[in-house]
Nanobody
Framework: QVQLVESGGGLVQAGGSLRLSCAAS????????MAWYRQAPGKQREMVAI???????NYADSVKGRFTISRDNAKNAVYLQMNSLKPEDTAVYYC?????????WGQGTQVTVSS
């Protein structure tokens, strides 16, 4: 059974930082493309950052230079370091995995940035 469990969300003031973590299990993590998505109230879910099995990570334009995605294949974990947070970063953040043609989602973790 595949599980993606996010943690690290919370309430932070604008300009602050948070680090999200996603613990993965139930599939071969090293073979999976991992990503973070977010969904704000009334908006569509959008890709924030993606890290492939090999190659460069990619970011949404809105977070470039502020967010960093990383993965630790030894720990089956993916992280999202978020710096210089803005109120518009407020959303539920979801961990996503794509492995051998299948896609998986975590339950999400709330990030709220106050102005």
């Amino acid at each position: 059974q595949v599980q993606l469990v996010e943690s690290g969300g919370g309430l932070v003031q604008a300009g602050g930082s948070l680090r999200l973590s996603c613990a993965a299990s139930g599939f071969i993590f090293a073979d999976g493309t991992m990503a973070w998505y977010r969904q704000a109230p009334g908006k569509q879910r959008e890709m924030v950052a993606i890290v492939p099995t090999r190659g460069d990570s990619n970011y949404a334009d809105s977070v470039k230079g502020r967010f960093t995605i990383s993965r630790d294949n030894a720990k089956n974990a993916v992280y999202l370091q978020m710096n210089s947070l803005k109120p518009e970063d407020t959303a539920v953040y979801y961990c996503f995995a794509r492995s051998w043609g299948r896609e998986y989602w975590g339950q999400g973790t709330q990030v709220t940035v106050s102005s």
